[in-house]
Protein backbone atom coordinates (compact mmCIF):
# COMPACT_ATOMS: atom_id res chain seq x y z
CA UNK A 1 0.00 0.00 0.00
CA UNK A 2 1.06 3.69 -0.72
CA UNK A 3 1.12 5.80 2.21
CA UNK A 4 -0.52 9.02 2.64
CA UNK A 5 1.83 11.73 2.29
CA UNK A 6 2.42 13.58 5.98
CA UNK A 7 2.85 16.67 4.43
CA UNK A 8 0.09 16.89 2.02
CA UNK A 9 0.41 20.59 1.22
CA UNK A 10 4.31 20.50 0.82
CA UNK A 11 3.34 17.17 -1.82
CA UNK A 12 1.51 20.05 -3.59
CA UNK A 13 4.38 22.45 -4.27
CA UNK A 14 6.61 19.75 -5.46
CA UNK A 15 4.71 20.57 -9.12
CA UNK A 16 6.74 22.28 -11.14
CA UNK A 17 4.48 25.08 -12.27
CA UNK A 18 3.25 25.61 -9.01
CA UNK A 19 6.59 26.18 -7.19
CA UNK A 20 8.09 28.27 -10.21
CA UNK A 21 4.71 30.50 -9.34
CA UNK A 22 4.90 30.83 -5.65
CA UNK A 23 8.37 31.42 -5.56
CA UNK A 24 8.26 34.42 -8.08
CA UNK A 25 5.05 35.70 -5.58
CA UNK A 26 7.32 35.33 -3.08
CA UNK A 27 10.43 37.63 -4.55
CA UNK A 28 7.80 39.97 -5.83
CA UNK A 29 6.25 40.64 -2.05
CA UNK A 30 10.02 40.45 -0.71
CA UNK A 31 10.53 43.35 -2.99
CA UNK A 32 7.92 45.52 -2.16
CA UNK A 33 8.84 45.05 1.26
CA UNK A 34 12.50 46.13 0.77
CA UNK A 35 11.46 49.43 -1.31
CA UNK A 36 12.40 52.65 0.59
CA UNK A 37 9.06 54.62 -0.03
CA UNK A 38 7.50 52.11 0.82
CA UNK A 39 9.17 51.47 4.34
CA UNK A 40 9.27 55.52 4.78
CA UNK A 41 5.31 55.50 4.44
CA UNK A 42 4.40 52.36 6.11
CA UNK A 43 1.13 53.73 8.02
CA UNK A 44 0.09 55.02 4.44
CA UNK A 45 0.84 51.94 1.94
CA UNK A 46 -1.19 49.53 4.87
CA UNK A 47 -4.05 52.11 5.41
CA UNK A 48 -4.04 52.14 1.61
CA UNK A 49 -3.93 48.20 0.86
CA UNK A 50 -7.08 47.68 3.23
CA UNK A 51 -9.06 50.45 1.05
CA UNK A 52 -7.99 49.07 -2.76
CA UNK A 53 -8.08 45.64 -1.13
CA UNK A 54 -11.58 45.84 0.04
CA UNK A 55 -12.51 47.58 -2.96
CA UNK A 56 -11.47 45.05 -5.81
CA UNK A 57 -12.45 42.51 -3.45
CA UNK A 58 -16.10 43.62 -3.18
CA UNK A 59 -16.16 44.46 -7.13
CA UNK A 60 -15.25 40.56 -8.05
CA UNK A 61 -18.37 39.67 -6.73
CA UNK A 62 -20.01 42.60 -8.60
CA UNK A 63 -20.00 45.81 -6.18
CA UNK A 64 -17.81 47.85 -8.52
CA UNK A 65 -18.94 50.81 -6.89
CA UNK A 66 -17.44 54.09 -5.72
CA UNK A 67 -19.35 55.10 -2.78
CA UNK A 68 -21.37 53.35 0.50
CA UNK A 69 -24.29 53.76 0.58
CA UNK A 70 -27.57 51.92 0.68
CA UNK A 71 -27.77 50.41 -2.30
CA UNK A 72 -27.42 46.20 -2.39
CA UNK A 73 -24.11 47.08 -4.26
CA UNK A 74 -22.95 50.26 -1.51
CA UNK A 75 -23.36 47.58 1.24
CA UNK A 76 -21.43 44.86 -0.21
CA UNK A 77 -18.53 47.37 -0.54
CA UNK A 78 -19.22 48.45 3.01
CA UNK A 79 -18.73 44.46 4.17
CA UNK A 80 -16.20 43.97 2.12
CA UNK A 81 -14.30 47.38 3.64
CA UNK A 82 -15.19 46.18 7.05
CA UNK A 83 -13.76 42.61 6.88
CA UNK A 84 -10.44 44.13 5.60
CA UNK A 85 -9.95 46.58 8.07
CA UNK A 86 -10.42 44.06 10.95
CA UNK A 87 -8.07 41.26 9.21
CA UNK A 88 -4.78 42.72 11.38
CA UNK A 89 -6.84 42.31 14.47
CA UNK A 90 -7.12 38.89 13.72
CA UNK A 91 -3.70 37.67 12.11
CA UNK A 92 -2.29 36.24 15.52
CA UNK A 93 -6.10 34.20 15.99
CA UNK A 94 -6.06 32.41 12.54
CA UNK A 95 -2.76 31.11 13.08
CA UNK A 96 -4.05 28.78 16.28
CA UNK A 97 -7.57 28.88 15.94
CA UNK A 98 -8.64 29.63 11.85
CA UNK A 99 -12.18 28.62 12.94
CA UNK A 100 -12.41 31.23 15.72
CA UNK A 101 -10.98 33.66 13.16
CA UNK A 102 -13.59 33.33 10.11
CA UNK A 103 -16.63 33.16 12.91
CA UNK A 104 -15.58 36.44 14.30
CA UNK A 105 -14.58 38.06 10.75
CA UNK A 106 -17.77 36.55 9.17
CA UNK A 107 -20.06 37.93 11.68
CA UNK A 108 -18.63 41.95 11.35
CA UNK A 109 -18.52 41.08 7.47
CA UNK A 110 -22.00 39.67 7.44
CA UNK A 111 -23.88 41.91 9.26
CA UNK A 112 -27.20 43.15 7.59
CA UNK A 113 -27.07 40.72 4.83
CA UNK A 114 -28.15 37.22 6.90
CA UNK A 115 -30.13 36.05 10.08
CA UNK A 116 -28.65 37.33 13.22
CA UNK A 117 -28.51 33.59 14.41
CA UNK A 118 -26.34 32.80 11.35
CA UNK A 119 -23.67 35.19 11.99
CA UNK A 120 -20.62 33.59 12.56
CA UNK A 121 -21.40 30.35 12.01
CA UNK A 122 -21.23 27.84 9.33
CA UNK A 123 -24.47 27.20 7.09
CA UNK A 124 -27.32 24.52 7.91
CA UNK A 125 -28.64 24.34 4.51
CA UNK A 126 -27.18 24.27 0.68
CA UNK A 127 -28.39 28.18 -0.11
CA UNK A 128 -25.85 30.28 -0.24
CA UNK A 129 -25.16 34.05 -2.41
CA UNK A 130 -23.06 33.03 -5.42
CA UNK A 131 -21.94 35.86 -7.01
CA UNK A 132 -19.61 34.47 -9.39
CA UNK A 133 -22.04 31.98 -10.42
CA UNK A 134 -20.25 29.16 -9.29
CA UNK A 135 -23.50 26.41 -9.14
CA UNK A 136 -24.81 24.67 -6.71
CA UNK A 137 -22.99 24.61 -2.73
CA UNK A 138 -22.04 21.09 -1.15
CA UNK A 139 -24.42 20.07 1.59
CA UNK A 140 -23.59 21.81 4.68
CA UNK A 141 -22.53 18.80 6.96
CA UNK A 142 -20.04 18.24 4.34
CA UNK A 143 -18.99 22.19 4.26
CA UNK A 144 -18.83 21.76 8.02
CA UNK A 145 -16.13 18.64 7.76
CA UNK A 146 -14.25 19.87 4.96
CA UNK A 147 -14.34 23.71 7.15
CA UNK A 148 -12.69 21.59 9.92
CA UNK A 149 -10.61 20.12 7.77
CA UNK A 150 -8.75 23.03 6.69
CA UNK A 151 -8.61 24.50 10.03
CA UNK A 152 -6.76 21.18 11.06
CA UNK A 153 -4.77 21.96 7.97
CA UNK A 154 -4.01 25.26 8.45
CA UNK A 155 -2.06 24.65 12.08
CA UNK A 156 -0.47 21.42 11.26
CA UNK A 157 3.23 21.97 10.55
CA UNK A 158 3.80 22.27 6.77
CA UNK A 159 7.09 22.95 4.75
CA UNK A 160 4.83 24.21 1.93
CA UNK A 161 5.41 27.69 1.40
CA UNK A 162 2.90 30.09 2.76
CA UNK A 163 1.92 31.57 -0.79
CA UNK A 164 0.59 27.83 -1.34
CA UNK A 165 -0.91 27.41 1.90
CA UNK A 166 -2.74 30.70 1.25
CA UNK A 167 -3.98 29.68 -1.93
CA UNK A 168 -5.96 26.30 -0.16
CA UNK A 169 -7.47 28.66 2.47
CA UNK A 170 -8.27 30.54 -0.01
CA UNK A 171 -9.92 28.09 -2.23
CA UNK A 172 -11.70 26.04 -0.14
CA UNK A 173 -13.31 28.29 1.71
CA UNK A 174 -13.87 29.88 -1.77
CA UNK A 175 -15.49 26.86 -3.31
CA UNK A 176 -17.29 25.21 0.22
CA UNK A 177 -18.40 28.12 1.26
CA UNK A 178 -19.08 27.48 4.25
CA UNK A 179 -21.00 30.61 5.27
CA UNK A 180 -24.64 31.27 3.65
CA UNK A 181 -23.36 34.95 2.90
CA UNK A 182 -19.94 36.03 2.25
CA UNK A 183 -17.35 33.47 1.73
CA UNK A 184 -16.20 34.64 -1.45
CA UNK A 185 -15.07 38.03 0.71
CA UNK A 186 -13.93 35.81 3.35
CA UNK A 187 -11.76 33.37 1.29
CA UNK A 188 -10.35 36.35 -0.30
CA UNK A 189 -9.12 37.80 3.13
CA UNK A 190 -7.80 34.69 3.75
CA UNK A 191 -5.10 34.92 1.38
CA UNK A 192 -4.38 38.23 3.65
CA UNK A 193 -4.60 36.22 6.71
CA UNK A 194 -1.94 33.59 6.02
CA UNK A 195 0.52 36.13 4.40
CA UNK A 196 0.71 38.00 7.13
CA UNK A 197 0.62 34.83 10.06
CA UNK A 198 3.19 33.20 7.59
CA UNK A 199 6.08 36.23 7.70
CA UNK A 200 5.40 36.74 4.05
CA UNK A 201 3.83 40.39 4.33
CA UNK A 202 3.71 40.97 8.27
CA UNK A 203 3.09 44.86 7.25
CA UNK A 204 -0.12 43.74 5.20
CA UNK A 205 1.21 46.06 2.25
CA UNK A 206 0.86 44.23 -1.09
CA UNK A 207 -3.04 43.80 -2.60
CA UNK A 208 -3.49 40.31 -3.38
CA UNK A 209 -7.21 40.85 -4.41
CA UNK A 210 -6.05 43.35 -6.86
CA UNK A 211 -4.35 40.75 -8.56
CA UNK A 212 -7.37 38.89 -8.19
CA UNK A 213 -9.30 41.55 -9.90
CA UNK A 214 -6.62 42.38 -12.64
CA UNK A 215 -6.41 38.47 -13.63
CA UNK A 216 -10.44 39.04 -14.31
CA UNK A 217 -13.51 37.18 -13.29
CA UNK A 218 -13.90 34.62 -15.85
CA UNK A 219 -10.29 33.60 -14.88
CA UNK A 220 -10.98 33.28 -11.19
CA UNK A 221 -14.21 31.52 -11.65
CA UNK A 222 -12.41 28.88 -14.26
CA UNK A 223 -9.14 28.98 -11.64
CA UNK A 224 -11.89 27.76 -8.85
CA UNK A 225 -13.82 25.21 -10.63
CA UNK A 226 -10.51 23.89 -11.90
CA UNK A 227 -9.82 23.08 -8.08
CA UNK A 228 -13.04 22.26 -8.03
CA UNK A 229 -12.62 19.10 -9.57
CA UNK A 230 -9.75 18.20 -7.25
CA UNK A 231 -7.46 16.54 -10.35
CA UNK A 232 -3.50 17.24 -9.71
CA UNK A 233 -3.91 19.30 -12.74
CA UNK A 234 -6.74 21.19 -11.69
CA UNK A 235 -5.20 22.07 -7.92
CA UNK A 236 -2.33 23.30 -9.93
CA UNK A 237 -4.23 26.01 -12.25
CA UNK A 238 -5.94 27.13 -8.89
CA UNK A 239 -2.25 27.53 -6.99
CA UNK A 240 -0.49 29.38 -10.31
CA UNK A 241 -3.60 31.52 -10.60
CA UNK A 242 -3.31 32.39 -6.98
CA UNK A 243 0.22 32.49 -6.74
CA UNK A 244 0.14 34.89 -9.95
CA UNK A 245 -2.31 37.24 -8.39
CA UNK A 246 -0.69 37.65 -5.15
CA UNK A 247 2.64 38.51 -7.47
CA UNK A 248 0.64 41.71 -9.70
CA UNK A 249 -0.65 42.51 -5.78
CA UNK A 250 2.72 43.05 -4.71
CA UNK A 251 3.51 45.16 -8.08
CA UNK A 252 0.38 46.77 -8.12
CA UNK A 253 1.17 49.10 -4.50
CA UNK A 254 1.70 52.82 -5.08
CA UNK A 255 2.72 55.14 -1.92
CA UNK A 256 -0.27 57.79 -1.40
Given at each position: ???????????????????????????????????????????????????RGARDSAAIDGADVALVDDSPMGRVLD?????????????????????????????????????????????????????????????????????????????????????????????????????????????????????????????????????????????????????????????????????????????????P
Amino acid sequence: MFETPRDPLAALGSDERVAAATLAAREEVDALLWRRDVRAASVEVASASIQRGARDSAAIDGADVALVDDSPMGRVLDAALRLTAAVPTQVDVFATAPLQALAHLHALTAHGFTAADELGRPRTSAEVDDPLNLGPAIPAQAAAERLALLATILTTPTQAPAVLVAGIAHAELAIVRPFRWGSGLIARAATRLVLAGRGVDPSLFSIPEHGMLESGRPAYVHALRGYATGTPDGVADFLVWHATAVALGARAVVVP
